[in-house]
Every structure is written in structure tokens, then in C-alpha cells.
């Protein structure tokens, strides 16, 4: 069977559900990317650390798909490996590898750019050294993943061409225990910003949003803990070590499906948080209408050229212009009100930090004040002395010379 044949006859192919999720999922999620950084122009807010650590998940998360997609297309995914050729096996165990590799860097950086956005909008000491801490643990396990991808085969191609003498060593683990982690870093990333949302002084129905907001990442446990079901069935198949040896194209295509919803969707919960203005400020609509408007307008000018037609289009279009831009001045006066929702967090957060402040600066200076009436009463306790007549003399009173 030929490559182009495969490619083409797709039907009951498991192969096709792979194909189609790698292609939706990858649009949307750099769909998602681009609107979050028009979500900063609106705001008037530079792309800041968290905004770069998710653009560069975005191209691991590309190149997994795209390897993917050519799994699919050239390597067969989907067949059985007694329906392929020997060059075909290798190209899908090629890209195979180059999900493996991809994969915990999509991960990693989608989960540091989450947690750093938190560091941002809660300013608290012990709340930002555990969002470090997690940074740390999430950098440890990328690098781990990484390493061990790359040395667990001897020699390297020994990962997709098994007529090469190599050896390899516990894929299977490695496997189970990187899922394994990654599963309990969403989880903990998912609960650590609800004790704070639910300590701010902001009505109940905000709080309730801000953690449905956060509370996104929920979706992404739920595809992680599939996943991490899904290798283990995998993993634990007959003739699992080495890789090739089991039939991967066909029985591997559950376990890359959830991996690209994992990476796709991690991406877009994260870009999620940041997209409010978008939606908030009808600033980026009204311009959208006004554009799809003069588009229209044209066209029916160009369409319809009867008498006195293009006056009354001009007059309709100059009133949609100026109410359009006296909305436009409206909504400047509250941009900083409703553009992210950041800003409402985190003056809240300085409020209450402010007040801490405050309640500790009372505290201090009451302490202060009541040490210094305590010292001030035994100095002056110390400096009356008593004369040779018996009479006290107090120091300054020339009488405390007198012999």
C-alpha cells in the first residue's frame, strides 16, 4: 500500500482523529496567542515575562502537532506496523520522538507562564514563594523529561530504526512517572490561586467569576488524568520494551490524541485569563463594525448608484462615525476600570496589603511608645538622688553640690 494511497483513503482510518484534532486545536490555540497579545494593546499593557514563556509553548505545541499530522499522513499512524513498510515505520517512529520531546516543553512553559501571571496579580510573600517553588519543581521535571528522552536509547536512532544495535532503557517508567508528575503540577496549579480569590475583599458574585476563571485548568486535570490512564494501559501492553517492538501506529493513537488536547487546550485556559478586554471593551468591535460597515457601504454604493444615494450614505456614515467615537470617549474614562481583570485584583490586593501595613505600623508604634514611657520612667527614677540633709536633689539642682 502506498503513501499516497494511505494518505488519501482515510476512512476508518483511527489515524483520521489525530489528523483532525492536531489541525482544530493548533489553529485555536494560536488563535488564542494572538488574542491575548491584542488583549495587551487594548489594555495599553506591555507583553511582559509570562506573555513570552507562552509563545514559545506555542511552538512546541506546533511542532508536536505538526509531527503529528505527519504520523498520520506519511508514518501511517492508525495501521497496524504489519501494514506498513520498513521506511514507514521509521518515519513514525521519528515523529513519535519528536513528541516526546515536544511535549514536556509545551507543558512546562505553558505552566511557568500560568504561575508567573499569578506572581503578578497576588503580591504576597508566602503565596509568590510557593508560585517559585512550583517554577522550580516544573523547570526540574522539562529538563528531566527532556534528558531522559534523549539518553534512554543507545545509540539515539535506536528510538525509531530497530535494525541499528542498540539498548533502551525503561521507557515504560519513564513514561508513567513524567505523566505521573505532570498530572499533580496541574493539580496544584489549578488549587493554589483559590485561597487568595476567596480572601479578597470583593463581592461574592467576583469571586465566584475569578475562580471560575482560574478554575479552567479543572478541564486540563481531567485530560491529564485520561491521559495518564490511557499510557498506563499503553505501557503495560505485552511487548512494550522496546517502543517498536509493540504496535504502536495502531494501539499509540488514544494516548498523542490526548496529548495534543492537553497542550492545545493548556494554551488556551491560559490565554483565557488575559482575554477580557476583548470582550469588555467594545472599543475593539465598534472598529471591527466600522470596518465590515465602510466594506458594506462600498459595495452597495458601487451596486446601487441612483440619485442622491451617496449623500445619504456619507450622512449615515458620519453619524455612525460620531457616535461611535462619543462612545469611544465613554469608554476611555473607564478603560482602566474594565480593560483586564487584573487591575481590579490587584488593587484589591494592595488594599489589603495596605491594611496589614497599616494594622502592623499600629502595632509597631504602640510597642515603640510604650518601651519609651518605660525607659523614660526609670531614667527619671535613677536621676533623683538624696543629699546629706536627707533631702531629695534631682540632677541640675545646683543643691546636689552643696557638701
Known amino acids: 500500500m502506498s503513501i499516497v494511497r ?40 506591555y507583553p511582559s515575562m509570562n506573555d513570552y514563556m507562552i509563545v514559545v509553548a506555542l511552538g512546541a505545541t506546533l511542532s508536536l502537532s505538526i509531527a503529528t499530522i505527519i504520523s498520520v499522513v506519511a508514518g501511517g499512524a492508525g495501521l497496524s506496523k504489519h501494514q506498513l513498510s520498513t521506511s514507514e515505520l521509521r518515519i513514525y517512529w521519528k515523529t513519535m520522538f519528536a513528541v516526546i520531546i515536544s511535549w514536556p516543553i509545551a507543558q512546562s512553559m505553558t505552566k511557568i507562564s500560568i504561575l508567573l501571571l499569578y506572581i503578578h496579580l497576588f503580591p504576597i510573600r508566602v503565596f509568590r514563594f510557593a508560585a ?38 525503561n521507557v515504560a517508567a519513564n513514561c508513567l512517572a513524567g505523566a505521573g508528575i505532570n498530572t499533580l503540577t496541574d493539580i496544584l496549579i489549578l488549587i493554589l490561586p483559590m485561597p487568595i480569590i476567596w480572601r479578597l475583599h470583593v463581592p461574592l458574585r467576583n469571586k465566584v467569576i475569578l475562580s471560575l476563571i482560574f478554575g479552567f485548568g479543572s478541564v486540563i486535570c481531567i485530560i491529564s488524568i485520561i491521559r495518564l490512564k490511557k499510557l498506563f494501559l499503553y505501557t503495560t501492553a505485552p511487548m512494550m520494551a522496546p517502543p517498536f ?37 467594545s472599543k475593539f468591535f465598534n472598529s471591527l463594525g466600522r470596518k465590515l460597515s465602510s466594506w458594506s457601504t462600498s459595495s452597495r454604493g458601487s451596486s446601487h448608484a441612483g440619485p442622491g444615494s451617496a449623500i445619504k ?6 453619524w455612525e462615525s460620531a457616535a461611535a467615537q462619543q462612545r469611544e470617549r ?13 487591575v481590579e485584583m490587584e488593587a484589591a490586593m494592595i488594599a489589603e496589603e495596605r491594611r496589614e501595613q ?27 538622688s538624696t543629699s546629706p540633709r536627707g533631702e531629695e536633689v534631682r540632677d541640675g539642682d545646683p543643691a546636689r553640690y552643696v557638701s
Not at 330 to 336: F, G, N, P
Open 6 to 45: 494511505r494518505s488519501i483513503d482515510l476512512n476508518g482510518n483511527p489515524g483520521v482523529a489525530q489528523l483532525v484534532v492536531a489541525i482544530v486545536f493548533a489553529i485555536l490555540a494560536t488563535l488564542s496567542v494572538v488574542l491575548r497579545f491584542v488583549a495587551r494593546r487594548i489594555s495599553r499593557i
Open 132 to 169: 517559585y517553588s512550583l517554577i522550580l519543581v516544573v523547570s526540574a521535571w522539562m529538563i528531566q523529561q527532556v534528558l531522559a528522552s534523549l539518553l534512554m536509547c543507545r545509540p539515539i536512532s535506536y528510538n525509531w530504526d530497530a535494525s541499528v544495535n542498540g539498548t533502551c532503557g
Open 245 to 281: 517492538d509493540s504496535d504502536g501506529p495502531l494501539n499509540n493513537g488514544e494516548p498523542i490524541l490526548y496529548t495534543i488536547l492537553e497542550s492545545c487546550l493548556g494554551i488556551i485556559c491560559a490565554c483565557l485569563i488575559i482575554m477580557k478586554p476583548i470582550f469588555t471593551d
Open 313 to 318: 450614505e456619507r450622512r449615515i456614515a458620519s
Open 330 to 342: 465613554r469608554q476611555d474614562l473607564q478603560i482602566m476600570r474594565t480593560c483586564e481583570i487584573d
Open 358 to 384: 497599616r494594622l502592623n505600623d499600629v502595632n509597631t508604634t504602640e510597642k515603640r511608645d510604650g518601651v519609651m514611657m518605660v525607659n523614660e520612667r526609670s531614667a527619671s527614677e535613677s536621676t533623683i
